[in-house]
């Protein structure tokens, strides 16, 4: 895949000598978009000039160094003029009536049919719909509308919550035509009552679109193409041209939250979920969403009253009563996190993530025979969850049984080798039971992941002091209170290390800055450093 959607090579051009069958071009063939070279060039010409297949073909070029766009504009040429010519057999005038014609080309006899779930991002893109013969509602729409610009037929796309179709409309007559469908027909109210479309005119859903505009809802779907294999700023960008497009498409301001979110750029995320939601009130999984921000920013009550409002309006929606359940743990009302998974598990008895859930509340609550039950619980329906090793560990640690600790850090390290929380206690683990050399491991394969972890560095101090090590042990903590100043155990650390190489003028600046920071000092311990004072 070319990474950077910006790219802006492109080969596509006009292609020729289709014509002599017909006796005259395609409906589209003197469009100034047939030469656009990429999509900033596409987006500064009048809609009229727009060729939406090239525009689409500029897109699958930026997308894959394989895809040479001319070739499929050849063949979309080619499947324009074989329609033509059946209309002219058929003596039939380029109109409504040329549907049927399309539709038995394009599904009966050429084979082209939907894909239920959008879950391969390289579904989305013109060129695979034409290799493949198969796509969704929005790739196979594409498809349908670039032969139907070349026939010369007036059709739009219509967007609408999750879904994306067709509509001929003469100003005479005006029908839906489902590509999913193999060009089958629906009404509006179908399209309205199926989809929940909002109501209002403040949004651009079951309203005929023009060509920019069928981009702009491309560059949504796009945006979550790029965002699918982990390419987070192209997805921004073609995020952020899907908002500027369709402004009252809540889809595209609810996907750029994400992305803001992703980025930790929460501010901007709960604008973009706000803006969202001001199109669709109803959609849960915004809510959802905008809960997480609040969540993040740590404004729990706003977070309680949009996964609330999530649950409301889907109340089968698995995340919103984990993430409310999460927010009231993080407010200690433990018992009402307990109500809201258990609400979940009676939708989904087997999801192992809310029994693990579960056990940390119980962790929480000090009740560890609870805990520990539902962490074995979720390992036994997922024998490789991270969470619930990680989680039994910390159980055992709390009674005392640090054997079973190990063997649980060391299930998580297994499956997640540079997880710094699991190093750390695994070494505090082997650190308990006088095993330093092992602790040493742990501590330094936290530090090499995460060089700036500060209580690595001291839990380093701590090991290489037992060891009598004060020359290192020294090293580990200065970094430590280098990262971290106001880690006290750190100072008193590095007083006690001071005072056994002699260093008496350092181990006092350190011993009293550990005592400011209020680390408990004996009268004993000062006084033996200041009577080593010059």
């Known amino acids: 895949m070319k990474k950077g959607f910006s790219a802006t090579i492109c080969l596509l051009i006009l292609s020729t000598g289709l014509y002599a069958r017909q006796g005259g071009p395609l409906a589209n063939a003197y469009k100034s978009g047939l030469y656009a ?5 596409v987006l500064r010409l009048q809609d009229n000039d727009v060729d939406l297949a090239t525009a689409a073909l500029i897109v699958s070029e930026n997308w894959s160094d394989m895809v040479y766009g001319r070739r499929y504009l050849a063949r979309l040429d080619d499947m324009a003029l074989e329609i033509r010519d059946r209309l002219k057999r058929q003596k039939l005038t380029t109109d409504y009536r040329a549907i049927a014609v399309m539709n038995e080309y394009l599904f009966n006899e050429l084979g082209f ?79 309205i009552q199926k989809f929940k479309v ?55 301001r609810a996907n750029l939250g994400n992305i803001y979110l992703k980025k930790n750029e929460v501010a901007k995320a709960i604008r973009e979920y706000q803006s969202a939601l001001n199109i669709n009130p109803h959609d849960a999984k915004t809510h959802n969403n905008l809960g ?26 698995l995340d919103a009563y984990k993430n409310l359940a999460m927010v009231y743990t993080k407010q200690k009302r433990y018992g009402q996190a307990i109500s809201k998974l258990k609400a979940a598990l009676s939708l989904e008895p087997d999801n192992a993530g809310c029994l693990s859930q579960l056990g ?83 501590y330094e394969k936290a530090v090499h992941v995460k060089p700036d972890e500060a209580m690595a560095h001291y839990n380093l101090g701590a090991v290489y002091s037992k060891r009598k090590d004060y020359n290192r042990a ?61």
């Open 292 to 317: 997480n921000a609040y969540m993040q920013r740590d404004s729990l009550q706003y977070a309680v009253y949009e996964y609330m409002r999530s649950i409301d309006l889907d109340p089968n929606f």
């Open 113 to 191: 049919s939907s894909i239920s779930e959008a879950t391969n991002p390289h579904n989305l893109f013109l060129h695979t719909v034409m290799d493949t013969k198969r796509g969704y509602c929005l790739s196979l729409s594409i498809l349908y509308l670039s032969i139907a610009e070349r026939v010369g037929l007036p059709m739009y796309g219509v967007v609408v919550p999750g879904h994306f179709f067709v509509r001929y409309d003469d100003g005479k007559r005006r029908f839906n035509i489902e590509t999913t469908s193999n060009g089958g027909t629906a009404t509006d109210d179908h399209y």
């Open 37 to 41: 070279k990429s999509i900033e060039q």
């Open 198 to 252: 909002p109501k209002g005119n403040n949004n651009i859903y079951m309203k005929n679109l023009n060509k920019i505009q069928t981009l702009g809802c491309f560059f949504n779907n796009l945006g979550n193409s790029y965002s699918d294999v982990g390419d987070i700023e192209s997805a921004q960008l073609a995020f952020e041209r899907a908002v500027m497009i369709n402004p009252t498409l809540s889809e595209s």
């Open 474 to 534: 020294v090293a580990s903590y200065q970094k430590a209170v280098e990262l971290d100043p106001d880690i006290g155990d750190a100072h008193y650390g590095l007083a006690f290390g001071y005072y056994q190489l002699k260093d008496y003028e350092l181990a006092w600046k350190h011993i009293k800055i550990a005592q400011q920071l209020g680390v408990d000092v004996s009268d004993d311990q000062l006084e033996a450093i200041k009577s080593r004072l010059p």
């Open 360 to 442: 940390d509340i119980y962790t929480q609550m000090g009740d560890y025979d609870q805990a520990i039950a539902q962490f074995k619980d979720a390992l036994e329906i997922q024998p490789d969850l991270v969470e619930g090793h990680y989680g039994l560990a910390v159980c055992y640690n709390r009674l005392g049984l640090t054997d079973e600790e190990i063997r649980e850090y060391q299930m998580v390290l297994t499956a997640k080798p540079d997880m710094v929380a699991a190093l750390i206690n695994l070494g505090n683990a082997y650190f308990s039971k006088e095993k330093y050399l092992l602790a040493i491991e742990q």
